[in-house]
């Protein structure tokens, strides 16, 4: 069992560079999650997918898109980096939605130039 | 709105010391509370957790208890080691159906020194 695995672990993008970041579980979850994290901000959500086929927005969706593309996987999306995107992200994944326990992959760090 | 408040750092402890890092919430109805834990270079893994008031958490000899009437989760351990630096991390679920998204504190870094 890998738990939750992201795609890449560093990246470094100049300002209106897009890319996407991967994120897959293999715990048959339901509901998975993407955070950003930020020097005393704690980590604040952007999008979630509650169930396979829905996605919703977070506390600081915008300039970010997702797809669910199964049950497995969940990306992320900068379509025109800026640096306010620089930070680093954390998808996570939980069996349900409610007070789940949920689990985190080992991150990407990302860096606007 | 619902929110998570937890004492500012870094923290620094000699080993052996007792640890508590302060965590108070405010939502309405019930929450489920959390502590996280985040070690260099790593993802955050759960600690423990509480779902109902009074209830405690305990998990690697930290303990937390669930105050509903002080809104209050604050995370104990009674002898820190040297491997329990990390960042810790305070969040809640929020009672109800339309929500089942954490909402975390800033953290709180904990150095523990030999």
């Known amino acids: 069992n890998a738990g939750v695995t992201q795609t890449p672990k560093f990246q470094v993008l100049k300002t209106g560079q897009s890319m996407t970041l991967q994120c897959a579980q293999d715990?048959?979850?339901?509901?998975m999650y993407w955070y950003r994290q930020d020097p005393g901000m704690g980590l604040r959500l952007i999008y979630y997918?509650?169930?396979?086929?829905?996605?919703d927005k977070g506390e600081v969706p915008n300039g970010y898109n997702v797809s669910r593309l199964n049950k497995r996987e969940f990306s992320l999306r900068l379509e025109s980096a800026a640096p306010s995107q620089t930070s680093v992200y954390f998808c996570?994944?939980?069996?349900?939605?409610?007070?789940?326990?949920?689990?985190f992959g080992p991150g990407t760090r990302l860096t606007v130039t | 709105g619902n929110s998570v408040t937890q004492m500012e750092g870094p923290v620094t402890l000699s080993e052996e010391a007792f640890l508590t890092i302060n965590c108070t919430y405010t939502?309405?109805?019930?929450?489920?509370l959390f502590w996280y834990v985040q070690y260099p270079g790593e993802g955050l893994q759960l600690l423990l957790k509480?779902?109902?008031?009074?209830d405690k958490g305990s998990n690697k000899g930290f303990e937390a208890t669930y105050r509903k009437e002080t809104t209050s989760f604050h995370l104990e351990k009674g002898s820190v080691q040297v491997s329990d630096s990390a960042v810790y991390f305070c969040?809640?679920?929020?009672?109800?159906?339309?929500?089942?998204?954490?909402?975390f504190g800033k953290g709180t870094k904990l150095s523990v020194k030999p």
């Open positions: 715990m048959n979850h339901n509901s």
């Open positions: 969040a809640l679920v929020p009672y109800g159906g339309s929500q089942g998204n954490l909402i």
């Open positions: 996570a994944s939980s069996e349900g939605w409610g007070s789940y326990e949920q689990y």
């Open positions: 939502a309405t109805g019930y929450p489920s």
């Open positions: 997918s509650a169930s396979e086929g829905t996605t």
């Open positions: 509480a779902t109902k008031a009074d």
